[in-house]
């Protein structure tokens, strides 16, 4: 059985579940019972069938203009399970509007009745009407912590159904017309269709087209204040990779709870706008909203989510714009909050950043990814080429890790040849990564054991793709097979993604079993970690041209440049120095005990296999 059918037997029988117990309660519903008996019956039996932190029957009294409420479950300090409202406020008048209602957050409702509900950490509701014939003689409110799961809307919209079906003894009136029931229940349909299509089906959340309409509505509006965030989350792909699609799906409910917890001095309200991407509006100040993201991304660090029993580390990158004090429209808004998010992702991942009024910014989305199409077609269609710069050992009598560092160029449909720092970065962000080092394996793999005369050569290979089990099984297959395991040096980057050290290390391990070494290429360029080298299968550090090329100048880049390579021997690594350009800057290496050099004083890239 694959995860799919699982899934789908699970979800099968919690449809069944759910069918049974509505069953349950309209057996424990007589025809004739009284309203009072109805009522206690539905005490006892309708918080086992309803999922939900507190549930509320709002039935009319008669002609004396009230409700009364009967609370079934999440009774407030000091409230009364049974208590009357007047008609003419709260849930009941906009249910008889509409029939059906969503409020996907409660702090943004402008309801002073609801605001006990706030304060006691609630914030999603959903409102059902109960019908006698064509008059609505009640209501169904089911109010949540966090996002309301489709199972529970399942479960409520049943129960509305039995309800109305004892509408009659529920509300004292006369037995309904048949056709008017009918047809107060396709209406009930139609508001509860109009409700579910400006609703993410799996969060729970309001969905694109709500978040633009909010929008809309906020810039039209007053206070002249407001932003709204673009919301990313980082590695989802690996996440379901690594766990599978289920565990991805919890991941996105569990951003969608915390998101929905998001704390500040004004209100803000969450919708899913994308695959993993989310939107936040707020009626504060952009810098408001910044904070208060920045403060759930630490959140999220300290108390990560737990799938299945594990934790699973789960972090963000953020735009946020300003919806006022500018002529754009909510395409504009919406466009410049992602391009920040994108230039967070490319700066780090795990940051918010602030789009100011006026300023274009670094990131320009839809130019990035016309240049995406353009690396996705160079792989798929193999327009890549390779060069190798010589690695030379400047210790006597001691041979250089390895001889060369394999480097890949792309070609675009012009003809350009498109450098590493042109695009790695975007196949990272863009999921693309995997069918590159794919691609570059296999033909570096290939031109050894065609003869390739380097004793041992290394090439680049993205961490992401170690953290899918599918890739290094691949990559497993073909190094065994082409027996050039011990030819191979994989070379990862030290900027390894939050909370997949020990994943990487698993992959690292089992292609080590094939006979591969490993770098940890850039040491010292990005937020340099010592305890990578301690925990992972290290055989060289490669340690960054901008240590090198400071190292004369500068005591604190000398300073780490000599640390990197006391620590390495320390470890039994062998270190690399890129980056050699001059005399003075070889000199410096060799004194600072480095093992081997690598750079343009030696050799420029150039072709390989050598034509």
Same mark, same amino acid.
């Given at each position: ?423 790695? #970065? /975007? ?13 570059? !394996? &296999?033909? %570096? $793999? +290939? ?122 021997? #320390? /470890? ?13 800057? !070889? &000199?410096? %290496? $060799? +004194? ?20």
């Amino acid at each position: 059985m694959t995860q799919g059918d699982q899934g789908q037997t699970r979800g099968g029988r919690a449809e069944a579940d759910t069918l049974a117990a509505v069953a349950r309660l309209a057996e424990a519903l007589p025809a004739d019972a009284r309203r009072e008996q109805l009522v206690q019956a539905l005490r006892h039996h309708l918080p086992r069938v309803i999922g939900a932190e507190r549930i509320e029957l709002g039935l009319v009294t008669g002609s004396d203009g009230h409700v009364e409420c009967h609370v079934f479950a999440g009774t407030l300090p000091g409230e009364p399970t049974v208590h009357q409202r007047p008609v003419t406020t709260g849930c009941f008048v906009r249910v008889l509007r509409s029939r059906t209602q969503l409020i996907p957050d409660l702090r943004e409702a402008d309801d002073p009745e609801l605001q006990p509900l706030v304060e006691a950490r609630l914030r999603q509701r959903l409102v059902l009407a109960v019908h006698a014939g064509t008059a609505t003689i009640g209501v169904l409110a089911v109010t949540s912590a966090s996002a309301i799961r489709p199972e529970t809307i399942q479960a409520a919209t049943l129960v509305a159904a039995v309800l109305s079906a004892r509408g009659t003894q529920l509300s004292g009136l006369a037995a309904p017309d048949s056709l008017l029931t009918l047809e107060a229940q396709l209406a009930d349909l139609r508001s509860t269709n109009q409700t579910l299509q400006r609703t993410d089906a799996l969060t729970r959340l309001p969905n694109r087209a709500a978040a633009f309409e909010a929008i809309g509505r906020a810039r039209a509006g007053e206070p002249a204040d407001g932003a709204f965030a673009y919301i990313d989350v980082d590695h989802l792909k690996m996440t379901n990779d690594r766990l599978g699609h289920g565990s991805g799906d919890e991941v996105l409910r569990g951003v969608a709870d915390r998101l929905l917890r998001l704390s500040g001095p004004t209100p803000v309200a969450v919708f899913r706008v994308g695959g993993d991407e989310f939107g936040a509006l707020s009626r504060g100040t952009v810098q408001e909203l910044r904070a208060a993201l920045e403060e759930l991304s630490v959140d999220l660090a300290r108390d990560p989510l737990r799938i299945d029993g594990r934790e699973v580390p789960v972090a963000f990158s953020a735009g946020v714009y300003a919806i006022s004090g500018h002529d754009q429209g909510i395409e504009e808004i919406v466009s410049r909050a992602e391009s920040a998010a994108h230039e967070a992702k490319r700066s780090g991942r795990g940051r918010v950043l602030v789009h100011v009024p006026g300023d274009p910014g670094r990131a320009d989305t839809h130019h990035e990814r016309l240049q995406m199409d353009e690396v996705r077609s160079a792989v798929l269609t193999g327009r890549l080429s390779m060069v190798a710069q010589p690695i030379r050992s400047v210790v006597q009598g001691v041979e250089a890790p390895m001889d060369a560092e394999v480097l890949v160029r792309l070609a675009d449909e012009a003809g350009r040849t498109l450098l590493p720092d042109d695009f790695v #970065a /975007l196949a990272e962000q863009y999921d693309v990564v995997n069918a590159l080092d794919r691609a570059v !394996l &296999s033909r %570096v $793999v +290939e031109t050894l054991a065609d003869g390739a005369p380097q004793r041992r050569v290394s090439c680049n290979v993205s961490p992401h793709s170690l953290l899918d089990p599918t890739f290094v099984d691949w990559a497993d297959d073909l190094i065994r097979g082409s027996g050039q395991g011990r030819r191979l040096v994989l070379e990862l980057t030290e900027r390894l993604p939050i909370g997949t050290v020990e994943e990487v290390r698993s992959g690292m391990v089992h292609l080590g079993d094939a006979g591969v070494r490993f770098a940890l290429d850039d040491f010292g360029a990005g937020t340099t970690s010592y305890g990578n080298l301690r925990v992972l299968p290290i055989d060289v550090l490669k340690i960054d041209g901008v240590l090198v090329r400071g190292c004369l100048t500068s005591t604190v880049d000398h300073a780490m440049l000599r640390s990197a390579v006391e620590v390495a021997d #320390a /470890l039994g690594i062998r270190s690399v120095a890129e980056g050699v350009e001059t005399a003075e800057q !070889l &000199s410096a %290496v $060799v +004194e600072l005990g480095a093992h081997a050099v690598q750079g343009y004083y030696f050799g420029q890239p150039l072709p390989w296999p050598a034509v």
